[in-house]
Nanobody, 128 residues
Framework: QVPLVESGGGLVQAGGSLRLSCAAS????????MAWFRQIPGKEREFVAG????????YYADSVKGRFTISRDSAKNMVDLQMNSLKPEDTAVYYC?????????????????????WGQGTQVTVSS
């Protein structure tokens, strides 16, 4: 098990900003590749952003490019998601995920099945 604990969710007006944080514990290799997903009721969990162990590689969903930034402090086993210019359609439960391994193919980043460990989620609500 790799406990992942998210924090930083809340209610914000459209155009505002929020910063989500994910604290991971456990063996270092367990957090090689980390990502943020989000989910609204009745829909599948969707990829938001991902980051490699060194932080040199990042991936973003098209819907958040230019507005969200993922970063990590590997020494502290923490991953953050800075969310700017928030829109009502960003409203969702946001989950931190860890793959436990480095990825080989770009397509691996986007799949729920690629990630072995998940946090409990944090609610983000953007009002119009």
């Amino acid at each position: 098990q790799v406990p992942l604990v998210e924090s930083g969710g809340g209610l914000v007006q459209a155009g505002g900003s929020l910063r989500l944080s994910c604290a991971a514990s456990g063996r270092t290799y367990s957090t090689y590749t980390m990502a943020w997903f989000r989910q609204i009721p009745g829909k599948e969990r969707e990829f938001v952003a991902g980051i490699s162990w060194t932080g040199s590689t990042t991936y973003y969903a098209d819907s958040v490019k230019g507005r969200f930034t993922i970063s990590r402090d590997s020494a502290k086993n923490m991953v953050d998601l800075q969310m700017n210019s928030l829109k009502p359609e960003d409203t969702a439960v946001y989950y931190c995920a860890s793959a436990g391994r480095p990825f080989t193919y770009g397509s691996e980043w986007y799949g729920v099945a690629s990630y072995a460990y998940w946090g409990q989620g944090t609610q983000v609500t953007v009002s119009s």
